[in-house]
């Protein structure tokens, strides 16, 4: 039966492996498409991923989520805060698409506005130029010591190398941190045996049944550590 849940990601979930569906209203084939926008409702959410699910071989456990909707106001935020715990590309492809939805239908009911300014100049930072730039500290470091370098100049650039390895352990620990803080509510199901029996039962009865938004994601294999996602 599906139920409401509270979603969030353990701090030691190790890597997964399985198969993972993802259907949206942008899912060719899945969803109606009218002037007004693309629209998917749980239902054929549901259907068209039975269609693709009775594609894989069982038994295997089998977790799915939905998020629904009423209005793309409210498509968004649940989307959000869906990739706040899980950050899929699928989920974030959705977000984007949302996102041009509305603005596409703000655009619709609003003059033309002035041309906007470049923003400011600002230092790109991210974990990987981060870490770019500390290891090619490290190998002027190295490159330095092979040459004509005092001992001096050799420990500040040990204590240079110790503070950013200290920065980087802080960053992750920061990162976990915030992870561990991120939640998501959505509509769960979970079940183990034959998928495409599984398929079925799951659209039975479908949850929310008047939303007009809908995106959907199934997990099938083997799924202990990510059923670890409920919240209990």
């Known amino acids: 039966m599906w139920r409401r849940e509270t979603l969030t990601i353990p701090p030691d979930l190790p890597a997964v492996n399985c198969v993972m569906l993802a259907v949206s209203p942008w899912t060719y084939g899945a969803a109606q498409v009218q002037e007004s926008g693309n629209y998917l409702s749980p239902e054929n959410a549901l259907n068209w991923l039975a269609g693709q699910m009775d594609k894989y071989?069982?038994?295997?456990?089998?977790?799915?989520?939905?998020?629904?909707?009423?209005?793309?106001?409210?498509?968004?935020?649940?989307?959000?805060?869906?990739?706040?715990?899980?950050p899929l590309p699928d989920v974030n492809k959705t977000i984007r698409r949302s996102d041009s939805a509305q603005t596409l239908a703000l655009s619709r009911m609003q003059i033309p506005g002035a041309a906007m300014n470049l923003p400011p100049v600002a230092v790109l930072s991210s974990a990987t130029t981060r870490t770019s730039t500390a290891a090619q500290r490290v190998i002027s470091a190295g490159e330095s010591a092979a040459g004509d370098t005092s001992l001096d100049d050799i420990d500040a650039q040990l204590a240079e190398f110790a503070a950013l390895s200290e920065s980087a352990k802080n960053q992750a620990s920061a990162a976990l941190d915030d992870l561990a803080s991120q939640s998501a509510v959505a509509w769960i199901y979970d079940e183990t045996g034959d998928p495409a029996t599984i398929a079925g039962n799951m659209s039975k009865q479908p949850p929310d049944p008047a939303a007009v938004l809908t995106f959907g994601l199934v997990f099938m294999g083997d799924l202990e550590h990510l059923l670890r996602m409920i919240k209990r």
């Open 57 to 86: 071989p069982g038994p295997s456990q089998v977790f799915s989520i939905l998020v629904t909707a009423s209005d793309i106001e409210q498509f968004s935020a649940s989307l959000k805060a869906l990739a706040g715990v899980l």
